[in-house]
């Protein structure tokens, strides 16, 4: 039994992996880590297989699992899960975009209490070297649906990251295209995750081989996450559609809010309406706010906004963007598309109420995240 498995998948490296395999080990052997190297390969054409079973001939920490039934760089990874023998593992590519001497520190992570640990591409110290302009955009395109999934995360699409067995042994992964640790994230069964920064480079040689199946087939896998949350109530996104469903309700209350305040205002105080209206609405956001505060986005952990002023501020700036955006809406869809102004102002709801909901999230609610 080892302490840690170092999976790494691969399709034709025979210029890297007696390089990668070999750093690997020698960063067990400076770290006292009692580790293993699994080679996960799709039946590579080149040399890559018969170069893995030579270091195994002088390295006894070195297996090798060649796949033949399908072929995916996901499927790998999770059929790793599965030969691996350790209770903790670690995902790394074979061409040195991750630097294995992180190793031991995502090691000393899982050790701390986490369940997931993720080498961050986006957060403070963390960065891309030699990418083009449109693998960027791309690859922001499928972080941001990602952290629609999992805010609190930078790059919950890393291929780089440290994890428990527990995590993903009963889990229903259904491994598909290139993002591994998405699947491991809305499907795996964990609670305390930890980012470290680190900075990827590409492989010198060869092009990316990204294709539109590979977006297609990634949104796939976002909406079936969406859906098993729905049914895997101790999931990670389904803690996160808790809060989407809990605003949505103070939203709600927020209606009743502002027509109680309207008709007092009015009836009772007898206020000229844009001047109860104005009142009426101010209340509705107060109550929002103070709503979501303490229970929506209720948190043991620090805020970044740590003052309820400021966060009430803020609030109260992107709710009156919330307004814009409903009022656009509504006004561009029926004086230019001639829609129903009924149906016009539904969708101009809507989108206002995303806009709240994810700027809120990510700026008013956030959450402090130690780094390091
Ligand atoms: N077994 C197996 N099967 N391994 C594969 C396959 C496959 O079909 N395709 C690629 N690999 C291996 C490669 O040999 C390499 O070790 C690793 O998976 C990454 O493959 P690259 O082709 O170098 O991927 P990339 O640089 O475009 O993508 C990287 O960045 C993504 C983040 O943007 C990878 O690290 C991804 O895991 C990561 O999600
Ligand atoms: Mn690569």
């Known amino acids: 039994m080892y302490d840690l498995t170092v999976i790494i998948p691969t399709f034709r490296e025979e210029a890297n992996i007696r390089k990668i395999v070999t750093e690997v080990d020698e960063v067990f052997r400076s770290s006292g880590i009692h580790g293993e190297v699994l080679v996960v390969d799709d039946n590579s054409p080149d040399a890559t297989i018969s170069i893995v079973n030579d270091l195994k001939v002088t390295m006894p920490n070195v297996s090798l699992l060649v796949r033949t ?7 790998s990874v999770s059929d790793g899960f599965i030969h691996a023998s350790s209770d903790v ?20 992570e899982i050790l701390a209490g986490n369940d997931v640990v993720i080498g961050s591409r986006y957060m403070e110290g963390g960065g891309i070297r030699k990418w083009p302009i449109k693998r960027r955009v791309i690859s922001l395109g499928a972080t941001f649906l990602g952290r629609l999934l999992f805010p609190d995360i930078t790059d919950p699409v890393s291929g780089f990251f440290a994890v428990r067995k527990s995590v993903v042994a009963q889990a229903h992964l259904k491994p598909r295209g290139y993002k591994i640790l998405l699947e491991v994230l809305g499907k795996g069964i964990w609670e305390h995750d930890k980012e470290i920064p680190f900075e990827f480079s590409d492989r010198e040689i060869g092009s990316s081989k990204l294709k539109i199946k590979t977006i297609v087939e990634y949104a796939q896998q976002v909406v079936d996450i969406t859906l098993y949350s729905f049914t895997q109530h101790q999931s990670a996104a389904w803690r996160e559609w808790k809060k989407v469903f809990k605003f949505g309700m103070v939203g709600l209350t927020g209606i009743v809010v502002n027509e109680g305040v309207l008709i007092c205002l009015k009836e009772s105080a007898g206020l000229l309406l844009p001047v109860a209206s104005v009142f009426a609405i101010e209340f509705s956001i107060l109550s929002n706010f103070i709503l979501n505060d303490l229970w929506t986005f209720r948190s043991d952990q620090k805020r970044v906004l740590s003052h309820r002023w400021q966060r009430f501020m803020l609030f109260q700036l992107v709710s009156l963007g919330g307004a814009v955006i409903n009022f656009g809406i509504l006004n561009a869809l029926s004086a230019y598309t001639g829609m129903d102004y009924r149906m016009a102002n539904v969708l101009g709801i809507l989108v206002a109420f995303a806009w709240n909901f994810i700027v809120n999230r990510r700026l008013t609610w956030v959450t402090k995240r130690t780094s390091g």
Not at 69 to 75: E, N
Not at 95 to 104: K, R, T
């Open 69 to 75: 039934a399908d072929h995916g760089l996901s499927q």
């Open 89 to 108: 593992f670690v995902v790394i590519d074979a061409d040195f975009s991750h630097p294995p001497v992180l190793i031991p520190k995502m090691y000393e």
